[in-house]
């Protein structure tokens, strides 16, 4: 079965800096869609950033080019950098992947904290 694996999340002062990652395994085809997607407490989950296997990436508006989202197709993991955090951006973050031949797969969730 696909199965995705978040790692990265961590405790981080306003304005400093981490980098998550998402690896896939299990899956012998093309992942089309893969995305980060991040949920705050009594908050519903909101998407963060996508990226196609083609390379096509959306951010949301909050990401204001704080945020960059990757994959190594290759290696079948997806990145977020995030530069510039703030307080509000404190929340589960979420791996997603979707596939043709699967359909859709979460990851387990990875904490990130901005505070002083």
């Known amino acids: 079965q696909v199965q995705l694996v978040e790692s990265g999340g961590g405790l981080v002062q306003p304005g400093g800096s981490l980098r998550l990652s998402c690896a896939a395994s299990?899956?012998?085809?093309?992942?089309?869609?893969m995305g980060w997607y991040r949920q705050a407490p009594g908050k519903q989950r909101e998407l963060v950033a996508v990226?196609?296997?083609?390379?096509?990436?959306n951010y949301a508006e909050f990401v204001e080019g704080r945020f960059t989202i990757s994959r190594n197709n290759a290696k079948n993991t997806m990145y977020l950098q995030m530069n510039s955090l703030k307080p509000e951006d404190t929340a589960v973050y979420y791996c997603?992947?979707?596939?043709?031949?699967?359909?859709?797969?979460w990851g387990q969730g990875t904490q990130v904290t901005v505070s002083s």
């Open positions: 990226i196609t296997n083609r390379g096509n990436i």
């Open positions: 997603n992947a979707q596939a043709v031949a699967w359909g859709i797969r």
């Open positions: 299990g899956s012998s085809t093309s992942i089309n869609v």
